[in-house]
């Protein structure tokens, strides 16, 4: 069995978080939880690319990915899902799936 790394570990237990937020209907919880693991992903990414951001904040890093210049407009499109604002009745305006979209980034930026 592969060890897991500690962003690995992180990582699925956001996930494990976020998926029985939802199994109970807390949607808001499954949001929060899919953004710290979107956040673990791309601290991770930047790691490996020689980056080093002084916060602990998974609102950072995404803010921080989704400005990068560099980055491809497919992984833009997914981070700007998770700094989307909630509508007034707590709802996603846009529609995503962001604990799809958190596996999805893992893939497409961690990808071995």
């Known amino acids: ?3 897991l790394g500690t962003w690995e ?3 699925n237990k956001e996930l494990e978080m ?4 939802r199994a109970s209907g807390n949607e808001g919880m499954a949001r929060v939880c899919t953004r710290r693991a979107a956040g673990i992903v791309i601290a991770e ?3 490996l690319q020689g980056l080093e951001l002084k916060t602990h904040s ?3 890093y995404l803010r921080y990915l989704s400005l990068s210049p560099d980055i491809p407009s ?3 499109s997914v981070v700007d899902h998770f700094l989307t604002r909630i509508t007034p009745d707590y709802r ?3 529609e995503a799936d962001l604990i799809a979209e958190s596996r999805w980034l893992r ?3 961690l990808a071995e």
């Open 18 to 21: 976020a998926e029985r937020a």
């Open 1 to 3: 069995m592969k060890h």
């Open 58 to 60: 998974a609102y950072d």
């Open 9 to 11: 570990h992180r990582f």
């Open 107 to 109: 893939q497409r930026l």
């Open 45 to 47: 990414y930047l790691r």
């Open 92 to 94: 996603l305006p846009v």
């Open 74 to 76: 497919d992984v833009k």
